[in-house]
């Protein structure tokens, strides 16, 4: 049998799901990065190994591989739990496929069912949040003609007014019409301004904002800093994502009341999928705070413009900053259990879009 050339399975490491080929005694020729983030090992570390005994309970592995060997079937599809030793089970579901006239004994295709919701639900929020923000950017349109008629008409009745005595009710129309523009002006805030496209390392944002943090806070916010110092620079506004992840970073402290820590992290993530967009390269920016976590009863709104659960807010913190994350082609997603809530802003990295 002539030797299997592992340089010719390098297309695989651009495929989005984790794939494993094995040779005729069911050891490892080759595992794809993906499948080498999902199994927290490396393919040259498993190769000329039975794949199935790097598992606690690699058994159904092992019965699907001599199964295909007895040709009891081309292809099959089911779901099983892995377990390597030391770590938690993972689900995942599989594919076998039994090769024709290869090289190859056994084609195993992975794909973790907890990161296929959680794909499903980023493009849920990625989908929703762009189509919300759509339609209150034309409702801020719609409201700003309106309220500088009525602001200059209260301003042209109050001059013809008799009496000071009715000014204060002219002056009530004025100050809310103000306010109002102001909370349009604040919707309408990420389209205002082209975003200025430049370089710089996002541990320079980290550090600007938790800068500002501790101005805001100086006593009661306490800042933890977890970089991979390895990532490369990102394009984009610098401007924008500081004031996105200042939002983020200030939503964290005022559920905290103002007290408690704030940890950024940054680590890079491979083939990973954005608003349908798949990305060689992608850059997640961890804002973590040991807060009492975010309500269930909005956990499914959060990034909704006006939804707010804190008394006095006005709900657009979050929502600009998903706006403004989304312009950049990224997204922002949480986890949030009572004692940690992670707001995690992924941004695709240069070079790292699949043509």
């Known amino acids: 049998m002539k030797p299997i050339e592992h340089a010719s399975f390098a297309s695989l490491n651009l495929a989005a799901s984790a794939i494993v080929l094995l040779d005729h005694a069911g050891n490892v020729v080759f595992m794809n990065l993906a499948a080498e983030q999902l199994f927290e090992c490396t393919s040259r570390s498993l190769q000329g190994q039975a794949f199935w005994r790097s598992f606690v309970d690699g058994a159904p592995i092992e019965h699907l591989f001599w199964d295909g060997k007895r040709l009891m079937y081309g292809a099959k599809r089911f779901e099983l739990s892995l377990t390597r030793p030391g770590r938690e089970p993972l689900y995942c579901a599989c594919t076998a496929v039994v090769p024709e006239g290869a090289d190859l004994g056994l084609v195993l295709e992975f794909q973790a069912l907890e990161q296929r919701r959680r794909v499903d639900r980023e493009n849920r929020i990625y989908d929703s949040a762009k189509a919300n923000h759509e339609l209150l950017r034309n409702l801020a349109h719609e409201v700003k003609n309106p309220l500088g008629g009525i602001r200059g008409a209260a301003q042209l009745l109050e001059i013809d007014l008799p009496s000071a005595h009715f000014r204060e009710y002219t002056q009530v129309i004025i100050s809310e019409a103000d306010r109002l523009q102001k909370l349009v002006d604040r919707l309408l805030a990420p389209q205002k301004h082209l975003p200025k496209i430049e370089l710089f390392n996002i541990h320079q944002v980290c550090d600007r904002v938790g800068s500002l943090i501790t101005v805001e806070y100086p006593k009661g916010i306490n800042l933890c800093r977890d970089y991979d110092a390895s990532l490369p620079e990102v394009e984009g506004d610098l401007e924008q994502i500081i004031q996105a992840v200042l939002n983020l970073a200030r939503n964290a402290a005022q559920a905290m009341l103002g007290q408690g820590t704030i940890t950024f992290k940054t680590r890079i993530a491979r083939q990973v999928t954005i608003g349908r967009v798949r990305h060689r390269l992608a850059l997640d920016l961890h804002v973590i705070d040991n807060g ?50 992670d707001f995690k802003v992924r941004l695709p990295l240069i070079g790292g879009k699949k043509r």
């Open 292 to 341: 009492p976590g975010v309500p269930l009863d909005l956990r499914e709104s959060i990034f909704y413009p006006l939804v707010t659960g804190r008394a006095g807010g006005s709900g657009l913190g979050l929502s600009m900053a998903q706006s403004l994350v989304q312009q950049h082609g990224g997204i922002i997603e949480f986890d949030s259990k009572p004692g940690e809530t």
